[in-house]
């Protein structure tokens, strides 16, 4: 097949399949013929909101169907810090305080995903394997889930109350804009953690601060922010209790990307099912 680079397009009725990276869709002409779009982002909220986006187009996710290596590796990364009291023992080290912490065993720490998609399951998998106790919230019941999954907004307080460690990686909706409040984060248990791996707009962040202050959580992983870059007069930079990140969690390279592209495409011209098929009303 053909594969034009923008801007370098050519007729732009010739163009039947549509690969985004970071959506400036209204830079392109209309794609008269345009019969598929496929997308190396996680999250697809950016593209369906775009003004520009074209109407009744199907867009796949260029994840593959076994999750992203290097977002399990980065979750349980942080994961492992919190337990571990890391942040803690940062402060301490800059306060020049040898003083050891109290340290959980790993089937002691629950740890709380919050959704459980393609990105979630096989972090959840490796989590299980180090022996910590792992739950997860989602929208819908997963009942072949190898966990206990609460389903639904009448589960969320459940959920919440067995959490220590509470990893983010929701879909950035209308629904789960700043979910991460003062509300939700009182229903956490004293001491808790939170890991945003999803989108800034999920953490209400003078909630946030202000649960780190009062000493209800004890440490917060930011690898997004709202807005981003994080500004650099912004309180975050400097708080004792936040590790930011410069949304790096996930750096797919192209020989994991590319063969999820082949691979639609080859299924889109066979009339076979879609793989990380999205759908625009529910946002994901």
Same mark, same amino acid.
């Given at each position: 097949m053909e594969i034009r680079e923008w801007p370098e397009i050519g007729d732009p009725a010739d163009i039947d399949y549509l690969v985004i990276g970071r959506p400036l869709m209204q830079d392109l002409p209309p794609l008269p013929n345009l019969k598929l779009m496929l997308t190396m982002l996680a999250g697809v909220e950016g593209i369906y909101n775009n003004p520009a986006c074209p109407e009744g187009i199907p867009l796949v996710k260029g994840e593959p169907t076994t999750g992203d290596p290097s977002m399990t590796e980065y979750a349980v990364t942080h994961v492992l810090r919190h337990h571990r009291n890391l942040p803690a023992y940062r +402060?301490?080290?800059?306060?020049?305080?040898w003083q050891p912490l109290p340290q959980?065993?790993?089937?002691?720490?629950?740890?709380?995903?919050m959704g459980y998609g393609t990105m979630s399951k096989p972090i959840v998998d490796v989590l299980l394997s180090l022996n910590f106790d792992v739950a997860a919230w989602a929208r819908t019941p997963k009942p072949d889930a190898p966990i206990e999954v609460f389903a639904g907004p009448d589960n969320f307080d459940a959920f919440l109350a067995r959490t220590d460690i509470a990893i983010c990686l929701l879909p950035f909706t209308p629904e789960t804009k700043g979910i991460i409040d003062a509300e939700t984060i009182a229903k956490l248990? +004293?001491?808790?953690?939170?890991i945003n791996l999803g989108r800034g707009g999920h953490v209400v962040t003078d909630d946030l601060v202000a649960a780190l202050d009062s000493g209800h959580l004890s440490a917060a992983t930011l690898d997004v922010t709202e807005p981003e870059p994080l500004p650099e007069d912004s309180p975050l930079w400097d708080h004792p209790q936040i590790t930011i990140m410069p949304h790096c969690a996930r750096r797919p390279p192209v020989s994991q990307i590319a063969p999820q592209f082949v691979e639609n495409i080859r299924r889109f011209e066979a009339g076979e099912p879609l793989q990380q098929l999205t759908d625009k009303a529910l946002g994901y």
């Open positions: +402060e301490q080290q800059r306060q020049h305080n959980k065993r790993p089937q002691d720490q629950r740890v709380g995903m248990p +004293e001491g808790a953690a939170i």
